[in-house]
């Protein structure tokens, strides 16, 4: 399986397919091994998913040198504050069994959340990339006004956002404004969540190529320029996910794609403006 990379601003080759691993919990290692036997070497994964040692695990026991991995994880929403950032940072490298990831990312932008201080939090990232504990860093669920934060104070400009993106709700303003700027957009549930699959429009431009539905909303995502690391849990959809080098959307099925778009109604995560899930956590000053 020959999957291709694209390269980040500093220079870092990102594999442009990877899998996604939210929501996967004790059956993570298994679904990882198989995935990596499949040929995926872009894992994903966060501190939130409370999944990176069975990532690590499976890293690990794979045999395949751990420069052939490209891992990202996410700072979690109660670590924010510098102090508990660098801590929990340490614990994703031990947890992940590495001395570096290949990406970290700011998870979500919490607004609301340690006075909305996003400059600080981003600085511990600078600090991880330059000790090379992290190979590349970026934010996730950052809209303009969030990146616009970010660069009054930063040294380094994110190198990546990973937002939603799938043809119910592409974030085409988004992802243009990180490619306006450089960054490399990743679009999270690629597959609307397992929604695409029975699109009747992607069900109709995928006959005329012999492909699912679940391949043409990936290609559509690849020919944007985007990152994607589509979520499955069994060998064969990780074949099926990653069998999408072989052939090309032409503009008219584009066209008919775009037509799927929902806008914020297609939307199956939060709005990061919103974004609330702060509930049972500790106060910041404890
Ligand atoms: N940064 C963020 O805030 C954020 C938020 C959400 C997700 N993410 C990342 O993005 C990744 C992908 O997003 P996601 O997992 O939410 O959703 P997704 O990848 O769009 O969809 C996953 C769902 O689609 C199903 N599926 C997989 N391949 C399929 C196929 N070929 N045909 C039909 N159904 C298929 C999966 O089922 P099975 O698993 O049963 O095979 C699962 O139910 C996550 O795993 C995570 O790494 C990041």
Known sequence: MRIPDLVLMNGVKIPQLGLGTYKLSDNTAQVVESAIEVGYRHIDT???????????????????????????SKLDNPNHKPDVAR???EQSLDDLQTDYVDLFLIHWPLPMYYNGDLGATWAVLEEFYEQGAARAIGVSNFLEHHIDQVMETASLRPMVNQIESHPFYPNTALHLYDRELGIVTEAWAPLGRGGVADNQVLRSIGNQYGKTPAQVAIRWGLQRGDVLFPKASTKERQRENADVF??????????????????????????PDKMERLEGLIPLEN
């Open 87 to 89: 801590r929990t940072f």
């Open 246 to 271: 072989d052939f090309h959307l032409s503009p008219e099925d584009l066209l008919r794609i775009d037509g799927m778009n929902q806008g914020v109604d297609g939307r199956t995560g939060m709005d």
């Open 46 to 72: 966060a501190q939130m998913y409370g999944n990176e040692q069975e990532v690590g695990r499976a890293v690990a026991s794979s045999g395949i040198a751990r420069s052939e991995f490209f891992l990202t």
